[in-house]
């Protein structure tokens, strides 16, 4: 358990970290209060590994140590707060943008705040005492995990898309499968709480006491929207990939970023950045853009240099594939399948070890054809658009 | 091709400040001192946990105060932790493995002893079992 | 208000170009050397916590011996500080090698290896033979929740010794054969570093799992 809580918040603080990005973006401003999020996610790493009793109040500690760690609990909502405020406030005075990541990031601010006012009810150990495995507890977590994790997964998922595989998701789908998961989570997780604060344990193979029942098929009703909302989910990949030559990403930059990434194409080169970009500050692509007009008069070509790349390699993949071997024989005591495990991965390791050759050079004549064929392109889109005369 | 790579594996390594050449006196020093002090620190806890000589309860704290000296020894002249800029990073990794440390070997002996303490004897709940 | 707002688009709002003056002044990304110690450093942060875990366990179950052999009646301390010695020179050794390597000597370097080796050897020996001792004498893992916690706790720290000496013979091995290029240097640095965190936890082990336990 001292692992098994710093876990939830080893899955939640990337999620934080895909809505800074989002947020900003479609909030058309620079992400408010940067330096006290830097000092919230490292105040949440700290005390996240001071909360794990929570997990077993009931066990019979004692009150001075459930005391403690019920205190801890609840003092880990204000860093948490004060990063749900700084989104707040990048919005407000902000251009919003309902793009579809936006929307999923506007669920979660809304979710995930009262999933979090659950937890914090349940941090008071008499409480706790009562709500401890119970169905109540059930609905908190799903609350803060699907509106977290889940709702950053989706939002970084549409955001990132178009950098990577070089054309953007259907918006269509993409926001119907938004408003299906959304309203599909509270129809089946809102009902949850009232049983639990009626008696229902977790992990109940039947049930027959009825007072629970019209909760409980109200939960039901909802988990057909969500299974809407997951089909929608993948039909929207299906979508997107037949139309990809209409949602083409051709300039790179298809939401108007703030980050470097969108300054390169989509999908980048293999070097990532012809030059080295210098970088004085924060939204670093925002003031290459605000100074766009500049570059564009001074149209000199930066100088390209040769670039060292690392080469691939399969070595992972096969040392895994034995050490994966080698646990499964442990747990089974397959002596002989240990051994070849463990030879396997120690052998591949070498192997990897004994390499000449790590790198490659692409030479600075390369990096220029790929770079100038990506600037033209970007060049003949914004044209297109009419933005550059 | 194979020049340039060559080029890359042969251009020193090291890091502002490291560039001087090695002289190995100060080295070979810094090793036998450390292995100086941890084989009197070793040799303090052995005869420490024999003895009669201490009062008895504070014998486990003395070696946990032992260990605790050595570690710091190992740390400095072994592993080279210092106060460089170069070395802040690996420092702030290592206080944050010593809070990790701290907070779960405390927590679990504090927490397990207080379940224990609130446990009822085992005598009582063995017949509970029939 | 609209001097802030305006000051966005151009500035540092949040005054991070001060945070750089204050820095190390050289141009671009760190040296390879001091990023793979660092990344090394951050593995060695988890191998202590996972222990830390263990010791946990075995602090906690330090009295549930289930009517067996306590510490007392077990621990030999004579072969303890022979283990203790045995990885404490090893130490020395590996420090030896580090400088030998640093100053290019591949035939010092291959017989402080050689050292090392040996010595860290002779630690699993005796180790091995207190195990098999302990089985022998019916006190093996299986005989109380005190003893299972004390195998894994000392067990895992033989395991990771083993696979220190494995990792010891390959470096003598790459050395040898492609003498001490620069990605080489830098793996022997990660093998000091991890050799040398071997003899730590052992500090750690030898006070509270032998000398604290030998009392009880």
């Known amino acids: 358990m001292a692992w098994g809580h710093p876990e939830v918040y080893i899955l939640v603080l990337p999620a934080f970290g895909i809505f800074s990005e989002v947020v900003s973006t479609f909030s058309s401003k620079v992400l408010f209060g940067y330096r006290s999020m830097v000092l919230a996610t490292m105040a949440i790493c700290i005390i996240s590994f001071m909360v794990w009793l929570h997990h077993f109040f009931t066990m019979g500690a004692g009150p001075d140590v459930n005391a403690i760690f019920g205190i801890a609990s609840m003092i880990i909502a204000v860093p948490t707060g004060v990063k749900i405020y700084n989104w707040l406030f990048t919005m407000f005075g902000g251009r919003v943008r309902f793009a579809v990541p936006m929307l999923w990031s506007i669920g979660f601010m809304v979710t995930f705040i009262i999933g979090g006012l659950t937890g914090v009810l349940l941090a008071v150990p008499p409480a706790d005492f009562l709500l401890h495995n119970s169905l109540f507890l059930v609905a908190h977590f799903h609350n803060v995990i699907i509106g977290a994790v889940l709702f950053g997964a989706f939002a970084g998922y549409t955001y990132w898309f178009p950098k990577a595989f070089g054309f953007s998701l259907d918006e269509a789908t993409g926001k119907a499968a938004f408003w299906f998961t959304l309203i599909g989570f509270y129809v089946t997780f809102m009902p949850l709480y009232v049983p639990g604060l009626l008696g229902m344990t977790r992990r109940m193979q039947h049930y027959d006491v009825a007072a629970w029942r019209p909760w409980m098929i109200a939960a039901g009703i909802g988990t057909v929207l969500l299974t809407i909302g997951v089909a929608l989910q993948v039909l929207q990949l299906f979508v997107s990939i037949r139309r990809r030559s209409e949602l083409r990403d051709t300039t790179g930059d298809p939401w108007d970023g703030r980050s470097l990434e969108w300054a390169t194409s989509s999908p980048p080169p293999v070097f990532n950045f012809a030059v080295l970009p210098n970088v004085t500050g924060e939204d670093a692509c925002w003031r290459v853009k605000e100074h766009a007009r500049q570059h564009e008069l001074d149209n000199r070509e930066p100088d390209y240099d040769d670039i060292e790349m690392p080469r691939n390699s399969p070595t992972g993949f096969v040392c895994a594939f034995f050490a994966t071997v080698m646990g499964f024989a442990l747990i089974w005591h397959i002596w002989w399948m240990v051994a070849l495990g463990g030879v396997g991965a120690f052998a591949t390791f070498v192997a990897f070890a004994w390499r000449d050759h790590d790198e490659y050079v692409i030479a600075a004549a390369d990096v220029a054809r790929i770079d100038r064929a990506n600037v033209a392109a970007r060049r003949a889109a914004l044209d297109l658009a009419g933005v550059v005369q | ?130 | 208000m609209t001097e802030t707002t305006y000051a966005y688009a151009y500035g540092d709002p949040h005054r991070l170009r001060s945070i750089q003056q204050g820095a190390a002044v050289h141009e671009g990304p760190a040296p390879k050397r001091i990023v793979t110690a660092y990344g090394f450093w951050i593995f060695l942060l988890s191998d202590i916590v996972m222990f830390s875990c263990f010791f946990a366990s075995y602090t906690v179950l330090l009295r549930q011996t289930a009517g067996g052999p306590g510490g007392a009646q077990l621990f030999d301390l004579k072969s303890t500080a022979a283990e203790t010695a045995f990885l404490l020179l090893s130490s020395f050794a590996c420090g030896l090698a580090s400088i030998a390597a640093d100053v290019r000597s591949a035939r010092w370097f291959q017989a402080a290896m050689a050292l090392t080796f040996v010595l860290g050897l002779g630690f699993l020996v005796l180790e091995a033979r207190e195990f098999a001792g302990l089985v022998g004498r019916g006190a093996g893992p299986t005989r109380s929740a005190f003893l299972s916690a004390f195998f894994t706790l000392v067990g895992c720290h033989g395991l990771h010794v083993s696979a220190g000496i494995l990792w010891l013979l390959t470096m003598m091995a790459q050395v040898y054969a492609k003498g001490f290029r620069a990605d080489i240097m830098r793996r022997l640095l990660c093998f000091a570093l991890f050799w040398h965190a071997l003899d730590i936890i052992w500090v750690a082990i030898f006070s509270v799992v032998y000398l604290i336990g030998s009392g009880t």
């Open chain 2, 1 to 130: 091709m194979s020049e340039q790579i060559e080029r890359l594996h042969d251009r020193p390594d090291v890091a502002p400040g490291e560039e001087t050449e090695v002289r190995i006196g100060p080295r070979l020093l810094g090793y036998a001192i450390g292995l100086g002090l941890s084989v009197l620190l070793t040799a303090t806890s052995f005869f420490i946990a024999g003895t009669d000589l201490v009062w008895q309860p504070s014998i486990p704290v003395a070696l946990v105060v032992l260990a605790i000296a050595q570690m710091g020894v190992h740390l400095v002249f072994f592993l080279h932790i210092t106060t460089g800029p170069d070395n802040t990073n690996n420092v702030m990794a290592l206080a944050f493995g010593l809070l990790i440390v701290f907070l779960v070997v405390g927590g679990s002996l504090w927490i397990m002893s207080h379940l224990n303490h609130n446990m009822m004897p085992m005598d009582q709940i063995m017949p509970m079992n029939r």
